[in-house]
């Protein structure tokens, strides 16, 4: 994402926040990439797939046996939030960090 402010709201910021830190029960960052994917501006929260991930084979009892990723910086991503993108904003009633 270029401008995380042009593409979601303030209230998408602190949700995501919040799962980041771990203070949303059932929700977490994606094990594959880090980011999330059900963040997409003016969607609701849905559960997308990990652009990362170019094949995967299952159990049929869920269980993940093999993953193929793309190679770095190969896939598209531009519907993923990642945690320095919604922790480098600042928000109105953020508290200000001295350096």
Known sequence: ??????ELTDEEII???????GEEPGKSGCWHCGGLHELVAGLPMQRQPCPRVKRALWHPDGTLLEVE???????EDEDTVYPSEVFGVALEGDAEIEA
């Open 69 to 75: 990723y793309w190679e770095r910086d190969s896939w």
């Open 15 to 21: 949700e995501a926040r919040r799962i980041f830190k």
């Open 1 to 6: 994402m270029e401008d995380i402010r042009e």
